[in-house]
């Protein structure tokens, strides 16, 4: 892997190719997506490591401190820090965000395909203690949580100021740190004024070069963010801060105050060190050991997270703060940006993201049209599935849609189904149905291998297409249809996960909003099928498990109100034989806002058991439903019962297919659902004994 560093006695920062770490107990390996250079304190590192020997025993400070370091520790270790031995260089940067790959022994808040906020430098990938890591919300902007570190320095600091909402704040320097302290203290209901001489930071109409001429009477707290070698950042703070006011030092600065200034005024001086509470604690950062909320509120990682979530609610946002994003590839050659009149206010790498096109479903205001009539649809496959289930759904929602056609590989079939449903035609091949004008929607209700291919027809044909599960058995054919989405104008797709539309999923559902469930417990007990039926044949059907059992990761999406981050499957062994049950699996997803599900695929269970037995708990609250009729619910110190009648759901997902084709409702389901739900099957089945969690988006 590549990671930026600065050699010593090497004034230009370099790309060292090294070994990918690997997790020690407590750490955590991410795979960086995004860092935010922070020129001040990485300029500050190149400058350092480039000190000689001879400036360092003429400097004050590096006297100072090697006297002290000699008083601790005696004369070998002043020289040793003078003459190293191993000298290795130095890691750049501290702020960024990407996926978790791998986690150590002990880790139990982060799973594989984590979405997380470190403070990982400037490298591919990074390995962090898990106190220094936070989960992203989902539909957090990817990009701006890479500044959760930079904005943690920030929000420490304004914390330290003790000001609340209605309290004036001057902040001094208006770099990265002092724009976020700006946008954090406005986000708290604070009148904020912010100073800096570089015209170009001062973006808002409330930043000014200086403090000349400014109304400044009752100035609560002033936060410096700037970093100088000069006195007047803390002079100017001590003039206008009001009586008994707090003056919060972030940057660097000199710290040389007039005693009878802050004597008089009775002023605080506090300097904020770095993301908070635990900071260079090694039994917190290190080994892992957290402060008690009760004493400790805030600790870094409680600030990591309460900025994310700012970031996530659209409380503030940072977009405008990046001058210029750059590939990871070219980052040595950015700091000479920094050394320029002009300088940059923020630079954001970007590491090697395999690019996908943004693709989501029409999202626009619904505006049914009045002259829509019944949906015109073609039936593509007329096995058993299309005969008993969908055909007599259709023929019941007569008012709504209308069957023109089916097409089957297998001519009796088809022909038995056009008389039976009093079906208008009987085309002779799939290409047929897509080509014809008449039709408006196609369901696909074939074997799985060909799901993907005859999706990505239907969307060149620009007709909507509701497709059984599962969309596709293999990833490559889930790049496929999103080329396909890509290139079409209004793709239409629909899944047929229909127990998330049963009536007992809508009531669970209602009941979730206000508390909401973190685990779920899915068991199926089908029968078994022959070796060499087509469910089980990779080729045509993909697996058991890729074909039915997914339909408990997309109800756990939909329960959990979250996208499937890893997931991992495992199957009994016969010792006798070596082969695996791949009929009686074990399967454990983990999701993006850390809920988890276990779904048991099982089919040598006894057959009276009930066919889908789901439990659901969180917040105290705990639902145990069978078969989708007989539901038992525990809500605090209540214990009721329900039934349902409506069954699985079947009749009520197709007839939302045929609202959102008519354009009355929108999709239920959004291609990043549809897609990672998709992967998650196909990673069960490829991977099931591997003995690892699968992330989803590696």
Known sequence: MKQLVVEKNNPDPILWDTPIPQPGPGEVLIKNHYSVVSSGTEMSTIESANVSIGEKLQDETYITKGLALMKKEGLAAVWNAVFPKNILPTKLGYSSCGEVMEVGEGVNNFHVGDLVASNGSHAEYVLVSENLCARIPNDTNLKESAFTVLGSIALHGLRLSETTLGSKIVVIGLGVIGQLVCRLAEAQGSEVIGIDPDKNRRTQENFYESVDGLDLNNVDSVIITAASSSNEPIDIATKIARNKAKIV???????????????YKELELVVSKSYGPGRYDKQYEKLGNDYPIEYVRWTENRNFEAFLRLLSTKHISLSDLVSEEVDFNESPFIYEKFEEEEKPLCILLR??????????????EIEPDPNVGKVKVGIIGAGNFASTTILPILKELKKEVQILGIASSGGQSAEALTKNFKIKNKYQSDSEIFEADEIDAVFVLTQHHNHADLVVEAVNNGKAVY??????????????????MYNAENPKIFVGFNRRFSEASKFIKSELIDSPANSMIFRFSVPKLEKDHWTNLEELGGGRVVGEAIHAIDLSSYFFDSLPQSISSNSPINRETGEALDNQVFINVNYANGSHASIQFFSETNQSLAKERLEIHGSGNSFILEDFQLLRYLMGSTDKGKTFKKGKGHKESISSFLSYVKGEIPNPYTWLELKTVAVAGIYAQKYMNSGKQHGIFS
């Not at 590491?351 to 626009?364: M, Q, W």
């Not at 059984?468 to 396909?484: F, G, Q, R």
């Open 467 to 484: 497709v059984e599960k599962p969309l596709a058995i293999s990833k490559d054919s889930i790049t496929k249809i999103e080329e396909a």
């Open 249 to 263: 030092v972030v940057g660097d600065i000199p710290l040389n105050i007039s005693r009878n200034e802050f004597y």
């Open 351 to 364: 590491y090697d993201i395999k690019s996908e096109p943004k693709i989501e479903f029409e999202a626009h």
